[in-house]
């Protein structure tokens, strides 16, 4: 029978059901699996001379033992095995623990090669493993992710067996030629040089072509997206009228920013074309995103086109319709608002009304899309913060209605390298400007101990009728917890500030009524003070509130600090962000440091990726972005840069989808050219 790297790993010799299921709590279900199960360090098995050690590192020392191994017991089940090397004249204590199977290896005049942890004060070594003196003085060892059902040297042999029985079987799926161009190793010798790196320069260049391919193949991913979406047919071109647009940007009381021309002009460019849009604005908070949103409406109503707009929860909703039915006063656009809370035969009403072709733009939360609301004309959908989508989310949404456009909005700026991973498919505009005359909100950070001192401030504050908003600790281990803390903090606030004054409680396990009924009380400020978890909706207007505290502020990540601050300094008077925090390491006070310093976003979410990584930028795990083997997009941003631009460049030359020689490439790429639309 063939052999193929498919082949599951229950066909390598030692691998039983119990094995099998062993691997597979590391993901590896076959031959190719184990193959790129790659190792996520390396150990230098250099031989080091003792006067070149430094206490703690690790290392090899080569000499003579100048006794047998000496097994002592201590307590239950535990052991300590002592020797003693002569390296050089120099003779050097080695202990290990709980490894008793080692003394048959330790005998006086025999040469030993130990692997281990340098104790400079005692100046011996604590030893990890007895490596064979035959092997080279030179080189790196491989350390693989393990569970407790798997060991490290299991795992190793396995690998090796795996690669003895399946070298032949690896086939090359890039053509030469592009291998030659792009400068990688051939995948075989790449997957044995990761393994069992013959130099270091062939680990470092096997290391980079496994970044590269990973990138690569994943960009090819995006772009083939791309590529569908754009040659699509769609039955959604909208042509506005210019006339009507120019009036409408006349009658605001302000003028937009360069940013915000550019981003409506790259929208309106897309309303028009004949191929659906899909695209995501970004823009900071107060950048001015809804105006983009209410241009494209306005575009859309001039061609007899409908519009749904999308908003995460009724607060939100009902907020941008209150923002659309101000921006329209000049127009004749109706705007209608559908939400869980409106009431049935006002809902009737609506929908008849929308499926009959008599509102323009129905604001509501996602409910907006699901069976039971027809449309008479949509061309359009804007969902607000919904960056939480994943792309066959994304993907369900772009086929509701009859092609309509999409429009994403977020006020959570995304690091570039990780937009071009998680949105890859995506047309990306960037609102990277303010408006004039915002004031800017300043941050301080302050210790706990002078939580006092900051009582005052607010009580300051409070005394101008301004509002406060105040962020329990985040306690993401237990919701118990979680409420207790903020519950507790409720009661801490309300006493030291008085009954003069309403402190409200806002947390996760309310029901969503009640939740908006406490978020109606502070908008209409019935509540002078809110102290809630991180369920603080995402754009929610309260222009009255003028202090943002957050305490244990180094548990939140740079994006998330961000995202908070930006509830106040919402209307004109001078706002305030205050840290209060006693970070225990350096990166926590560095997070401090930082967002004292700069209130561009942008910036802090560049800063936030290097220090925390993709996985969890927004404080919940980033569903579009992949999970890499080995490429990191904030360590490795340069390279994914590169493939993205290689990966474009392949995709617009036609010799892609007919060269017999790119079959492997777009295999594995899961590019079918069947799929491939044909235009008029």
């Not at 340069?638 to 020689?661: C, G, H, M, T, W």
């Amino acid at each position: 029978m063939s052999k193929s790297m498919h082949d599951p790993v229950s066909v390598l010799s030692g691998v039983g059901d119990k094995r099998i299921q062993a691997l597979k709590e590391l993901n590896i279900h076959t031959v190719l699996d184990l193959l790129t199960h790659f190792p996520f360090r390396y150990e230098d098995l250099t031989v080091r001379g003792i006067e070149d050690i430094e206490d703690n590192e690790k290392v090899v020392l080569e000499g003579q033992a100048v006794s047998d191994g000496v097994l002592t017991h201590f307590g239950r089940r535990k052991n300590r095995l002592t020797f003693r090397l002569n390296i050089e004249q120099v003779i050097v204590g080695v202990t290990f623990f709980n490894q008793p199977y080692l003394q048959k290896q330790v005998e006086a005049g025999k040469a030993l090669k130990v692997y281990g942890k340098w104790d400079g004060a005692r100046r011996q070594l604590n030893g990890i493993k007895i490596l064979p003196v035959s092997s080279s003085s030179q080189g790196k060892e491989a350390v693989y992710h393990t569970t407790k059902s798997i060991r490290q040297s299991t795992l190793i042999k396995l690998i090796r067996q795996a690669w003895d029985a399946y070298e032949g079987c690896i086939s090359e799926y890039m053509p030469e030629s592009l291998l030659k161009q792009l400068e990688l190793m051939h995948f075989a010798e790449m997957i044995f040089n990761m393994h069992f790196p013959e130099t270091e320069a062939h680990l470092d260049r096997a290391r980079e072509s496994v970044i590269f391919r990973e990138f690569f193949l994943y960009q090819l991913k995006m772009g083939w997206r791309r590529k569908q979406i754009r040659l699509a047919q769609s039955g959604s071109s909208i042509n506005y009228d210019v006339k009507q647009l120019k009036t409408f940007f006349q009658s605001l009381p302000y003028e937009l920013t360069t940013a915000q021309k550019r981003v409506v002009n790259e929208v309106c460019t897309d309303l028009k074309s004949r191929h659906q849009m899909f695209r995501l604005v970004q823009g900071d908070v107060g950048s001015g995103k809804t105006v983009v949103a209410a241009a494209a409406i306005l575009a859309a109503w001039t061609d007899g086109k409908q519009t749904a707009f999308m908003a995460p929860t009724e607060i939100l909703a009902a907020q941008h319709k209150a923002s659309l039915d101000e921006m329209f006063r000049k127009t004749e656009v109706r705007v209608e608002l559908l939400t869980g809370s409106t009431k049935k035969k006002e809902k009737d009403s609506i929908l008849a009304d929308l499926a009959a072709g008599k509102v323009d733009c129905v604001v509501g939360t996602h409910a907006l899309i699901q069976e039971g609301v027809e449309y008479h004309a949509l061309a359009l959908v804007i969902t607000d913060e919904q960056h939480r989508f994943g792309v066959n989310q994304r993907k369900a949404l772009r086929e509701k209605g009859v092609d309509p456009d999409v429009l994403f909005m977020t006020a959570t700026p995304i690091p570039r390298t990780l937009s071009i991973t998680a949105f890859g498919e995506m047309d990306v505009s960037l609102i990277d400007e303010m408006p004039k005359g915002r004031i800017p909100i300043s941050t301080y950070w302050i210790r706990p101990k002078h939580f006092e001192r900051m009582a005052v401030f607010i009580q300051k504050e409070l005394a101008k009728s301004h509002q406060v908003y105040v962020i329990s600790p985040l306690i993401e281990e237990s919701e118990t917890l979680e409420l207790e803390n903020v519950t507790a903090l409720q009661a801490t606030y309300q006493e030291v500030l008085g009954p003069d004054i309403q402190v409200g409680l806002l947390h996760g396990k309310m029901p969503p009524a009640e939740k908006e009924e406490v978020m109606n009380a502070f908008q209409s400020n019935q509540l002078q003070v809110l102290v809630s978890t991180t369920v603080i909706e995402v754009g929610v207007n309260v222009p009255n509130a003028t202090v943002m505290v957050i305490h244990d502020a180094d548990r939140f990540g740079l994006a998330q600090l961000h995202q908070l601050r930006g509830r106040v300094g919402r209307g004109a008077k001078e706002s305030f962000c205050i840290l209060i925090a006693d970070p225990k390491g350096e990166k926590g006070a560095e997070r401090m440091k930082v967002i004292t310093e700069t209130s561009d976003g942008f910036i802090l979410s560049e800063k936030d990726l290097e220090m925390r990584g993709p996985g969890d930028m927004f404080g919940f795990k980033q569903s579009g972005v992949p999970d890499f083997k080995l490429a990191d997009i904030a360590e490795d941003a340069a390279v994914l840069e590169e493939a993205r631009k290689e990966a474009i460049l392949l995709l617009s030359n036609e010799a892609f989808y007919q060269d017999p020689q790119f079959s492997g490439l777009r295999q594995e790429a899961g590019i079918d050219i069947s799929q491939l639309p044909v235009l008029d």
